[in-house]
Nanobody, 129 residues
Framework: VQLQASGGGLVQAGDSLRLSCEAS????????MGWFRQAPGEEREFVAA?????????????LKGRFTIAIDNAKSTVDLKVVYLQMNNLQPEDTAVYYC??????????????????WGRGTLVTVSS
């Protein structure tokens, strides 16, 4: 599975941004897709995730209400899975590199990065105050 994240950039506090993650290759192994982020000097943390079937969506508690993860049905095909992360009312503390991740199975916890087998390179989001 190859993951390509895009959509990062420089925005001002209060702005919105939509990140996109495209999964190609053996997309059958990308049954669960999620986003993590890593701020400068910090450890990588869970942002949001979803199951490709079943409709389950999972969020870091502090981001609920501002961030939305969803399947991009307009762009997804049999050979390409696309999810987006809609981020609203961005704040400087949201500044980070955002990584897309995928897994065939989630055994215990969507929020644990070790559950994910595949990772994209990341896209930088910078929020100025």
């Amino acid at each position: 599975v190859q993951l390509q994240a895009s959509g990062g950039g420089l925005v001002q506090a209060g702005d919105s941004l939509r990140l996109s993650c495209e999964a190609s290759g053996r997309t059958g192994s990308a049954q669960h897709m999620g986003w993590f982020r890593q701020a400068p000097g910090e450890e990588r943390e869970f942002v949001a995730a979803l199951g490709w079937t079943g409709g389950g969506r999972y969020y870091q508690d502090s981001l609920k209400g501002r961030f939305t993860i969803a399947i991009d049905n307009a762009k997804s095909t049999v050979d390409l899975k696309v999810v987006y992360l809609q981020m609203n009312n961005l704040q400087p503390e949201d500044t980070a590199v955002y990584y897309c991740a995928a897994a065939r199975y989630i055994y215990n916890d969507y929020k644990t990065e070790h559950e994910y087998n595949y990772w994209g390179r990341g896209t930088l989001v910078t929020v100025s105050s």
